[in-house]
Structure formats: structure tokens, C-alpha cells
């Protein structure tokens, strides 16, 4: 069974502080691990997915198969991350190739 | 462009009520389409996923169904609500060959009374 746990539902930071929002995730097999951001008024897409290794908005993340984590990091954070964080795993075999199972969220505040 | 459409986008409806919800997609073919229910402290959860039409897989068994009757429509069906069935409820879709990046509808919400 695949699962994707992220641990804090609400993360509160200020402005110009760095931002870590975990994900750990349990699959037996070599996983995709993606993040997906869903701003006040607007719909859940993609932010990022860790094969690309690329840094959207600022944010970067890395998989690390040894901790089974793939948290969310930015240096220095804006208000207008603020937005509710999923992290979601793909796994690599038969139907769930179709798949993405996602963690319960995070709701991350950025205050002036 | 590719979109999807949901409706209706809010629904009050009583408890042993059916309930149909439907999502259209437009400017693909053959998309992957998923329906999801969005319930606050509990994430996301993938109630059923759809290859092609006729085929439907599903993930969590319940009081729902659904149904692909044409390439581009996926709906959510109940013949009979629970008060449990309340939620936010958001259909998706993804091309096959990036089926890891998802498209997300508006979403409906369904309150059970």
C-alpha cells in the first residue's frame, strides 16, 4: 500500500523566513513525488515533481529514499505562498501508474 | 487549451436523495479522469479513476458510483445520499502519457441534510 503523510496541517511563518513543509511517504517500490499548491480562490495544480530537480516560485524539493522524504523548502518566504501545500506520490506499477495518492495537506499562513 | 468543467457548483440535497454530478473536459481526447473528495483534515481521496470510456476503477468502497458514458464526461452518482456523503468533491483529469500531472475542476460542494 502507498501513503504520503504530511505531518503539520497548518504552518505559520514570517515573512522573509524559511519555510520547510514535510512529506513522508511509505511505498514499496521507486515512487514519483510531486507537490501540488492550491491558492485562496483558485484550483489545485502541480507546483512541482522531484525527476524534474527544478525550482518553481522559489521552492525546491528533494527526494531522499534513505528518510522516505520529499519536504518543501524555500529560503526566504512571501506572502503569497501562502496557499494549501499537498504532497502526492505516483506509484510505478500497473494501474497505479494512473494514479496519485495525496497526503491530507498543509496550510502554510506567511505573515507581513 | 484543455478545460474542464463541474457542475453544479454547490448542492444542498436531503439524506436518501440521489445525486448526480457531472465534469466535461474539453479540448483533449482520451484524458484519464478521476473524481476526488476534498474533506478538511483529511486531504484528498481518490474515490474513482476512468482510463477510457466504460472503464472505471474504483478506489474506496461506498455509497457512490460512477460512470464514463462518453470520452470526455465522467459522473458521480448515488442512489440513495448519506449525511457522510457530505464534502467537496473535485473531478480531475491528465493526459496518458503525464498521467502524474493532474488538471483539477472548480469542484462541487454537496452538503447532505
Known amino acids: 500500500a502507498q501513503r504520503v503523510t504530511q505531518p503539520e496541517k497548518l504552518l505559520s511563518v514570517f515573512k522573509g523566513a524559511p519555510v520547510e513543509l514535510k512529506c513522508n511517504y511509505s511505498y514499496s517500490g521507486s515512487p514519483e513525488l510531486f507537490w501540488y499548491v492550491q491558492y485562496s480562490r483558485q484550483r489545485l495544480q502541480l507546483l512541482l515533481r522531484h525527476i524534474s530537480r527544478e525550482s518553481i516560485k522559489g521552492f525546491t524539493a528533494d527526494l531522499n529514499k534513505g528518510e522516505t522524504s520529499f519536504h518543501l523548502k524555500k529560503p526566504f518566504a512571501q506572502e503569497e505562498d501562502s496557499a494549501m501545500y499537498y504532497c502526492?506520490?505516483?506509484?510505478?506499477?500497473?494501474?497505479?501508474?494512473?494514479?496519485?495518492?495525496f497526503g491530507k495537506g498543509t496550510l502554510l499562513t506567511v505573515n507581513p | 487549451s484543455q478545460t474542464i468543467h463541474q457542475w453544479p457548483a454547490t448542492l444542498v440535497q436531503p439524506v436518501g436523495s440521489p445525486l448526480s454530478l457531472e465534469c466535461t473536459v474539453e479540448g483533449t481526447s482520451n484524458p484519464n479522469l478521476y473524481w476526488y473528495r476534498q474533506a478538511a483534515g483529511r486531504g484528498l481521496q481518490l474515490l474513482f479513476y476512468?482510463?477510457?470510456?466504460?472503464?472505471i476503477s474504483s478506489e474506496v468502497p461506498q455509497n457512490l458510483s460512477a460512470s464514463r458514458p462518453q470520452d470526455r464526461q465522467f459522473i458521480l452518482s448515488s442512489k440513495k445520499l448519506l449525511l457522510s456523503d457530505s464534502g467537496f468533491y473535485l473531478c480531475a483529469w491528465s493526459g496518458d502519457s503525464r498521467a502524474y500531472e493532474q488538471y483539477f475542476g472548480p469542484g462541487t460542494r454537496l452538503t447532505v441534510t
Open positions: 502526492a506520490l505516483r506509484g510505478n506499477s500497473g494501474g497505479s501508474n494512473y494514479k496519485l495518492t
Open positions: 476512468s482510463v477510457g470510456i466504460g472503464q
